[in-house]
């Protein structure tokens, strides 16, 4: 962790009460942060994952949870004024509050501009105004588009195949652009494909385990086979972020940094070693209705990580096989959270 970290230190997650972020949060409390973490307010006063957060740390008998580290905020990033009472006073901004899926960024790209642009803009100005000390940003691997060579590095070129790409490249270049033109102290962490406990059935491996491990489901049904995917387990993902908010100022202020293993495997190979892993065996079906239109698939990802690791030391500690067994032994025990003979969007 380093030296930056102690006792009084306040940070704030956007987008705590999802499947990195409550991770994220997760670890930062285990770690001795006091967590200021948004969730999008609802009526219903639902937390999303930060209600299994504090299951956990109940069963546990956390020391974060008796010492009140943690403050759960409602609010949305769209929101300016709210934006910038959350960050106030606080050593640390981890921006990772978006709208995520590729697929229904088709039908209401109106919704992703104004979560993934204007609200990064709301954080970048609360953060400007309030003088944060340290902001790291989430992107997304997807801004890369298919690759022109890999693995590929910071320098690839970006490409918009779809509205969510579009807009996280803006939020990626408006973070870029408040760094250099007012010295915000920013960094962009670019995780390639991120997977674990938690995550929904939008994503490929729980749409591919939770299939697996339905009784209902006689087979596999995905979209393209063909893509590859560099994939890292969610513990690692936030592990790097928690790194890059201990590491030296001048070591990473400004710096782009992709996190991934360096290893692609296709969408095929990963249904096959997901039936290895849990011993159950189904055929696998590509399915009209599930296959992307064909410019907009992003065909090939593989992540060159040398940057990070030589910045900060971060390595992936959990290998595929590994974390798909992890991830489907959660699956079991959630039965309730996926429907997998549907399609997810």
Same mark, same amino acid.
């Given at each position: 962790?380093?030296?930056?970290?102690?006792?009084?230190?306040? !940070?704030?997650?956007?987008?705590?009460?999802? #499947?990195?972020?409550?991770?994220?949060?997760?670890?930062?409390?285990?770690?001795?942060? *006091?967590? /200021?973490?948004?969730?999008?307010?609802?009526?219903?006063?639902? /937390?999303? *994952?930060?209600?299994?957060?504090?299951?956990?740390?109940?069963?546990?008998?956390?020391?974060?949870?008796?010492?009140?580290?943690?403050?759960?905020?409602? =609010?949305?990033?769209? $929101?300016?004024?709210?934006?910038?009472?959350?960050?106030? =006073? !606080?050593?640390?901004?981890?921006?990772?509050?978006?709208? @995520?899926?590729?697929?229904?960024?088709?039908?209401?790209? %109106?919704?992703?501009?104004?979560?993934?642009?204007?609200?990064?803009?709301?954080?970048?100005?609360? !953060?400007?105004?309030?003088?944060?000390?340290?902001?790291?940003?989430?992107?997304?691997?997807?801004?890369?588009?298919?690759?022109?060579?890999?693995? %590929?590095?910071?320098?690839?070129?970006? %490409?918009?195949?779809?509205?969510?790409?579009? &807009?996280? @490249?803006?939020?990626?270049?408006?973070?870029?652009?408040?760094?250099?033109? #007012?010295?915000?102290?920013?960094?962009?962490?670019?995780?390639?494909?991120?997977?674990?406990?938690?995550?929904?059935?939008?994503?490929?491996?729980?749409?591919?385990?939770?299939? @697996?491990?339905? +009784?209902? !489901?006689?087979?596999?049904?995905?979209?393209?086979?063909?893509?590859?995917?560099?994939? &890292?387990?969610?513990? $690692?993902?936030?592990?790097?972020?928690?790194?890059?908010?201990?590491?030296?100022?001048?070591?990473?202020?400004?710096?782009?940094?992709?996190? =991934?293993?360096?290893?692609?495997?296709?969408?095929?190979?990963?249904?096959?070693?997901?039936?290895?892993?849990? =011993?159950?065996?189904? +055929?696998?079906?590509?399915?009209p209705g599930r296959i992307r239109p064909e410019s907009s698939e992003v065909q090939l990802l593989t992540s060159n990580n040398r940057r990070i690791r030589d910045d900060v030391g971060w390595e992936p500690q959990v290998n595929l096989a590994d974390g798909l067994r992890k991830t489907a032994e959660w699956i079991l025990r959630h039965p309730t959270f996926y429907r997998p003979d549907e399609y997810t969007v």
């Open positions: 962790m380093g030296q930056w970290v102690n006792e009084s230190m306040i !940070c704030v997650v956007t987008g705590a009460g999802g #499947f990195i972020g409550s991770h994220l949060t997760e670890l930062l409390l285990e770690n001795g942060y *006091h967590v /200021r973490a948004l969730v999008h307010y609802n009526a219903l006063g639902l /937390r999303g *994952h930060l209600e299994e957060v504090v299951d956990n740390a109940r069963s546990s008998r956390a020391a974060w949870l008796g010492e009140n580290r943690l403050e759960i905020v409602a =609010g949305d990033v769209q $929101d300016a004024r709210c934006m910038r009472e959350l960050v106030a =006073g !606080c050593d640390v901004v981890f921006h990772l509050a978006a709208l @995520i899926g590729i697929p229904y960024s088709y039908t209401a790209p %109106q919704s992703y501009v104004n979560a993934n642009i204007h609200g990064t803009l709301n954080i970048l100005e609360a !953060c400007r105004l309030e003088k944060t000390p340290r902001l790291i940003h989430t992107s997304t691997s997807e801004t890369l588009g298919t690759a022109r060579y890999t693995p %590929q590095d910071e320098l690839h070129p970006l %490409q918009a195949q779809s509205p969510y790409a579009a &807009t996280k @490249i803006a939020a990626d270049k408006l973070v870029e652009s408040y760094n250099l033109s #007012f010295g915000l102290p920013a960094v962009i962490l670019r995780p390639f494909n991120t997977y674990g406990p938690r995550q929904s059935s939008r994503a490929v491996i729980p749409a591919i385990l939770s299939q @697996i491990l339905s +009784p209902e !489901c006689p087979e596999i049904r995905l979209g393209s086979l063909a893509p590859v995917r560099d994939l &890292t387990y969610v513990r $690692d993902t936030a592990r790097a972020f928690m790194m890059i908010s201990g590491a030296p100022l001048e070591t990473v202020i400004g710096k782009l940094y992709h996190l =991934g293993s360096g290893k692609g495997i296709s969408i095929g190979e990963l249904a096959n070693l997901a039936m290895g892993v849990t =011993g159950i065996k189904k +055929p696998v079906r590509e399915t």
